[in-house]
């Protein structure tokens, strides 16, 4: 079974997790600046999403309240363990698009999803970044040769349980163990590469097109890590179930698929 489906290790860490207590105080207070600044005859959705969906749904969603301006929706950008841990622990939200099905499967354990309302919306794949000015991987055992390589932390983002579990079937992960920088979330990985804080990432390949001027090596097997899937699903206990199934169903529509797929999401087949 792919690590990026299984969470129990992961429940006892949240428990635990004073960081996501003023993550979600922080937020509650920015929320409140939000909601009290909107119209009253508005609907408010807010959606958890994790962080490599940022581009796509910004786009997507700008197009919804143009077509519907009497839904005001805002965002909650990052790494999909660390959102589930915030709506886990009482943030609210009405949406959650997460990379990977083990957020959610978390969540569903501790009742706080509206079962029936599970859609995949689109998958992705994993790469490796460089800037260009470096040295040139042609195999992904190439990597050995590079000094730091950034990866998003697996404890709080999927993207960085899928590099850690597919450099772990390759049969480099015990060598690079010193070589490994952690980022918060893959976008936070992407900039580490940009920035020159490390010689390497590795990310997802929507995430990697969003940085033109990085160079993008497709050298690891998709067979090497868990089929990376993005389901979207609404958060129980609201009074906006409707409306966030609607937006749901948008993000499911012709629109978006275009959208999704301009940006390199892989789009499901429902054959």
Known sequence: MSECLWYPNYLKKVSINMKVYYQILLFGLLLLSIYSCSSKTDKQLLIYAAASMTDSLNEIVTEYELRNPD??????????????????????????????????????????????????????KLVVVTRSSSKMPTAIEDIQNINRIAIADPDLAPAGSYAREALRNIGLWEDLTEKIVFAPDVRATLNYVRTG???????????????PELVKHDLISQSSYGTILYPAVIIEGGDTIAEAEALIEFIMGDFSKTILQKHGFILPSYE
């Open 71 to 124: 839904v005001n929706i805002n965002f909650n950008y990052g790494g999909s363990q660390a959102l589930a841990a915030q709506l886990n622990q009482g943030a609210p939200g009405d949406v959650f698009i997460s990379a990977g099905y083990g957020p959610v499967g978390f969540l569903i354990s501790s009742d706080k999803i509206h079962l029936k309302s599970i859609s995949q919306i689109a998958s992705n």
């Open 197 to 211: 804080n490390v010689d390497a990432g590795i990310v997802y390949y929507t995430d990697a097109l969003s940085v």
